[in-house]
Nanobody, 117 residues
Framework: QVQLVESGGGLVQAGGSLRLSCAAS????????MGWYRQAPGKQRELVAI???????NYRDSVKGRCTISRDNAKNTVYLQMNSLKPEDTAVYYC???????????WGQGTQVTVSS
């Protein structure tokens, strides 16, 4: 019904940058909320940043000022620009989409981000 495909993860040194992309396909709308979560080994999945259909954004405190979420509705794609990366940002990053009316949640397969010190 909804497919999310992430790309852009990788290995980067502390202080470096990465840009994650997530392309959505299927039964989707530009009004759907989209965002990024992450999960480090042994930890719970946590919100990184979300963006609503109207462009309102929200970030976890630890990434504010370092990360920027954006979306291109024409391409059904959401991006996460991550700068000044820290080793504690190391995790699998998951793309997330929530249907506006049903509130159904969808997840991508995840992309690994590793930040070396």
């Amino acid at each position: 019904q909804v497919q999310l495909v992430e790309s852009g993860g990788g290995l980067v040194q502390a202080g470096g940058s990465l840009r994650l992309s997530c392309a959505a396909s299927g039964s989707i709308s530009s009004l759907n909320g989209m965002g990024w979560y992450r999960q480090a080994p042994g930890k719970q999945r946590e919100l990184v940043a979300i963006i609503t259909g109207t462009g309102t954004t929200n970030y976890r405190d630890s990434v504010k000022g370092r990360c920027t979420i954006s979306r291109d509705n024409a391409k059904n794609t959401v991006y996460l620009q991550m700068n000044s990366l820290k080793p504690e940002d190391t995790a699998v990053y998951y793309c997330w989409l929530q249907k506006t009316w049903s509130r159904d949640n969808y997840w991508g397969q995840g992309t690994q981000v590793t930040v070396s010190s």
